[in-house]
């Protein structure tokens, strides 16, 4: 049986999308001829402190040559190279999205994120990423080749089939509560909807970024929305199932994703999606499943929200789409397959 240590900083049970894509894979791996374990990293990626990176350092440094190491991006991208040097086993870099283009980060910081990271991933024998999108965007950046690149997309849970509202509209926002998720688009855009029967949840985790939570608090109190938006925080699994079950529309102007699990999420419990054509979006979200628009426009997405409440016809059709566009989409065994093909060519 291949032997293979997936390294992964801070809390492997995190609820965002990187974090579960780790859990589901590494579950699945051994029915696939995969010896696999998990390497907890320190936690503070991608900003780590110097003693995170002294520990990560001796961490991957004790992974023998006889184990394929899988490395999650959230760490690998910001690793020196003398720490990479150190590195006896094979390696492979998961990637989720570039670091780099990250929401909020200043010009300086991108650049350096970028030139970190690839630098790094040149020192993988193989990528694994999670979209097409992704995969052109280190063409376009110039990360490869090398080394030579896979799509794994993450796999997607068949759900229960939301039966709509007779009353009013449920609208479900689905990710962690950071800049790049555009929620203060969102909140603009139910600004200018105050007058339509809706209420929105927004789910997902309120620590990552304290500051932007404080400030969307801030927002929904100002256009005075208190009894109308609610924030969630971080739920379980089957608790945002359930959500979603109960839900009318998905709606997340994010504005950068490397695939959006949420939104294949939300598809397979036929939600019609109203989102920004942004990163792997487009080619998550076919048209039969959702409204697009253009990134930071919180008119245009008010626009297509206000058109989904008001027009039942228009909202069945595209929840019809999405719910049959997410019976297509790869299982989680698929993935599996995906990436134990990947960990067995670079052992062999």
């Avoid at 520990?55 to 760490?75: C, S, Y």
């Avoid at 924030?231 to 979603?244: N, Q, V």
């Avoid at 297509?304 to 409440?309: H, Q």
Wanted: hydrophobic share 45%; proline share 8%; net charge neutral.
């Amino acid at each position: 049986m291949t032997k293979a240590c997936f390294a992964i900083p801070g809390d492997l049970h995190t609820p965002t999308g990187g974090y579960v894509y780790d859990r589901q894979v590494m579950a699945l791996l051994p029915s696939r001829g995969v010896d696999v374990r998990h390497l907890p990293l320190p936690d503070g990626f991608p900003f780590p402190s110097k003693a995170a990176l002294e520990d990560t350092g001796r961490l991957l440094a004790g992974v023998p040559a006889q184990e394929v190491l899988v490395i999650d991006g959230l760490a690998l991208g910001v690793l020196p190279p003398a720490l990479l040097e150190q590195i006896a086993a094979p390696l492979i870099a998961l990637l989720h999205h570039p670091l780099g283009l990250e929401t909020g980060l200043n010009p300086e910081q991108s650049a350096g994120l970028l030139a970190s990271e690839k630098a790094a991933v040149a020192r993988a024998r193989h990528v694994i990423v999670t979209s097409q999108t992704t995969a052109r965007t280190l063409r376009d950046l110039s990360f490869a080749p090398p080394p030579p690149v896979t799509v794994a997309v993450p796999g997607v849970e068949r759900g229960r089939r939301a039966p709509g509202n007779a009353n009013g509209l449920e609208i479900i926002s689905v990710g962690s509560v950071v800049p790049r998720k555009g929620y203060d688009i969102l909140i603009a855009a139910l600004a200018r909807l105050r007058d339509e029967p809706w209420r929105c949840t927004i789910v997902g985790g309120l620590d990552r970024d304290p500051a932007c939570a404080a400030k969307l608090r801030d927002q929904v109190s100002n256009v005075r929305l208190e009894d109308r938006v609610s924030f969630a925080g971080t739920l379980r699994s089957d608790a945002i199932s359930a959500l979603l079950g109960k839900a009318d529309i998905f709606a997340l102007p994010s504005r950068y994703e490397g695939y959006g699990m949420a939104f294949a999420e939300a598809m397979a419990h036929g939600l019609p999606v109203v989102a920004a054509r942004a990163g792997a979006v487009p080619g998550t979200v076919p048209p039969e499943a959702g409204l697009l628009v253009a990134p930071d426009d919180d008119r245009a997405f008010a626009d297509a929200l206000g058109l989904l409440m008001r027009d039942t016809a228009l909202r069945r059709r595209l929840a019809d789409g999405a719910w049959y566009h997410a019976q297509t989409l790869p299982r989680w065994e698929d993935t599996a397959d995906i990436v134990a093909g990947v960990i067995g060519q670079v052992a062999a």
